[in-house]
């Protein structure tokens, strides 16, 4: 009983607090802002993982990106992005580069904005701090993905090797796709813990955020599967919006998995509230 009360008075708060605090507006800002951030941020990956030698670095993100998404939503948007990448670029230190990864930080911005709100944060680090650090975890996220690019494309060699020595380890060795969807969900999850700990102002505990984010993963399956059958079976997006229906579908997509995001902050944030509360009644 006394859990089911806690567990009540939680969703009140978290629930309450996203719908009065413009949760759904914040969810539309932060898919759009995704959305722009997207393309920017992997046409500088690209180049610069190009400039530095990383030749299979855009094939790779591509999958680490979409892998995650419902193949009805991701193959359309993959698709154009392979378009957008397979162009090659000279110089990673161009102005449209340059100017790139600044988009791609707006992304990141966005995602510190919805936090703070969730978190009921107010921010009080400068304004040049704050772009720094967009900008430094783009940076750290091209990083990441070239090492991930790079053990990707030894894995099967080194893994072939193996088996020709320990003809045993074969059940055990997957396929590459396979490893591509673990390697996808171990990058979502890390993300997911970076950017509550770091991101909003404040500080908080691993503790603090593990409710959150399993809500987080956990709505973004049963989001996405219940978003892709509906595309299977009842969308008329294709009719609708004829050829503007990829970029519709990636939209409602992304303003799902946002909303969902932002609660999984909201009952972040209500539990601790709730904690604190408790450790005064009885302090």
């Known amino acids: 009983m006394r859990r089911l009360v806690a567990l009540r008075r939680v969703a009140r708060d978290a629930f309450g607090h996203f719908n009065a605090d413009d949760g759904w ?12 951030a997207l393309f920017p941020f992997l046409i500088f990956a690209t180049a610069l993982a190009s400039f530095l030698g990383a030749d299979a670095f855009a094939d790779t993100a591509v999958h680490i990106v ?3 998404w419902p193949r009805e939503v991701a193959e359309p948007i993959a698709r154009e992005v392979n378009n957008v990448l397979g162009v090659r670029r000279g110089d990673v230190l161009t102005f449209g580069v340059v100017f790139a990864a600044f988009f791609a930080s707006n992304g990141v911005e966005a995602l510190r904005l919805s936090l703070n709100r969730a978190y009921r944060v107010e921010e009080r680090r400068s304004i040049i701090f704050l772009r720094l650090q967009s900008l430094a975890f783009v940076l750290i996220a091209t990083v990441g993905f070239m090492a991930i690019s790079v053990l990707l494309v030894i894995a099967p060699v080194a893994a072939n090797i193996a088996l020709s020595h320990m003809e045993w380890l074969g059940p055990y060795m997957g396929t590459i796709t396979a490893w591509r969807y673990v390697v996808a969900v171990v990058v979502l999850v890390l993300a997911l813990i970076v950017v509550h700990i770091w991101l909003p102002a404040g500080e908080r505990r691993l503790v603090d955020i593990v409710p959150g984010i399993i809500f987080t993963l956990l709505g973004w399956l049963a989001g996405s ?4 059958a509906y595309l299977g079976r009842f969308s008329s997006y294709a009719s609708t919006y ?11 997509f992304l303003y799902i998995i946002s909303a969902i995001f932002i609660l999984g902050g909201e009952i972040n944030a209500a539990i601790m509230r709730y904690r604190a509360a408790r450790r005064t009644l009885e302090g």
């Open 225 to 228: 599967s219940l978003f892709a």
């Open 242 to 252: 004829a050829g503007l229906a990829s970029i519709m579908i990636a939209v409602v």
């Open 25 to 36: 507006a914040m969810a539309s800002h932060l898919a759009v802002s995704a959305l722009l």
């Open 66 to 68: 979409f892998d995650t």
